[in-house]
């Protein structure tokens, strides 16, 4: 069985789903394992740490001609690759409105897994991409934000006066926006939360933030657990709430997502200009329209004095970590591919993961 990692050609993309520690693990599972040319360079990490760690080192088109499997954490630029017939092509985060790709998916008989579709399932947590990169972007944003302040976030007490503790508003409270709060928590900042989920009010306080709420009668949350889109009313009062909360902020850090639609709107220009010269906003959303007025993809922009932070690719900013969970994760997912006893790749396409992630 051979299965080969081809790089990302993405300027804002610096993960791999490879690192070389986790050469030998997958060789043990039964794989040669192939890893184009320069495939971390971004990393800093040279070819021969993964020849030294038993992978061959190929060019990207010789890899995509032989390998059963191809793992690639987007599928951009895999449409241009002549793929061995019946090929699996394993992608992180797969967009369905790659048309190329589906084309050469038909042409070539292939078969696709997008694990950014995994479903929220106990066995599938080990999988989860969504959630083990949101983790580092919710991290890395609180460290952005203090970057970017001015100020202090911990209260000090010195003799020549009292410096008062940042105040952070954290939007969202799935698995980015708790990483955030638990982290400005720890850099001593008084953290506030909302989210449209009545369920995660016990998430937030556990971790010492308070929960800033609508009172409604309507469920907004999914069987799978994710956030869904609200009534018009809904957001009317959501709107109100965030004005009178988001002008008291020092910081704001956005992490409303609805899978498979445009971010929300949740920040508007009355609410951004409301804010503080030298508070900040960063935006995890951006990546889908965003969740804040006057952000901008992958750019820092400024409006009366308050900082926007609108980086598409958060979890890339943390690129070393981001890629060991992602290699952890293809590995978990490898696993439901063989057939240990005859040492070879079979697929069971009732099983329930499979189905989620078969494009």
Known sequence: MIIGFLKENDEFETRSMLLPEHVSQISKIGFKILVENKYAEKLNLKDDLYSDAGAEIKLSNDIASISDIIVKISGKDLGSYDFKSGAIIITGFFDKDNKELLKVKNDKKLEMFGLNYLPRITRAQAMDVLSSQ????????????????????????????????????????????????ATAKRLGAVVSATDVRAASKEQVESLGAKFVFVESDENLETQGGYAKEATEEYKKKQEDLMKKTVKNQDVVITTALIPGK????????????????????????????????????DKIVEKNGVKIIGYSNYASRTAHSASGLLAKNIINFLSLLIDKESNSIKVDYGDEIIKGVRI
Do not use: H, W
């Open 262 to 297: 445009k971010a929300p709107l949740i920040i508007n220009e009355e609410m951004v200009l409301s804010m503080k010269p030298g508070s900040i906003i960063c935006d995890l959303a951006t990546s889908q329209g965003g969740n804040v007025a006057f952000s901008e993809r």
């Open 134 to 181: 949101s983790n580092l972007a919710g991290y890395k944003a609180v460290i952005d934000t203090a970057y970017e302040f001015s100020k202090a976030l911990p209260m000090m007490m010195t003799a020549a006066g009292t410096i008062t503790p940042a105040k952070y508003f954290i939007v969202g409270a799935g698995v980015a926006g708790l990483q955030a709060i």
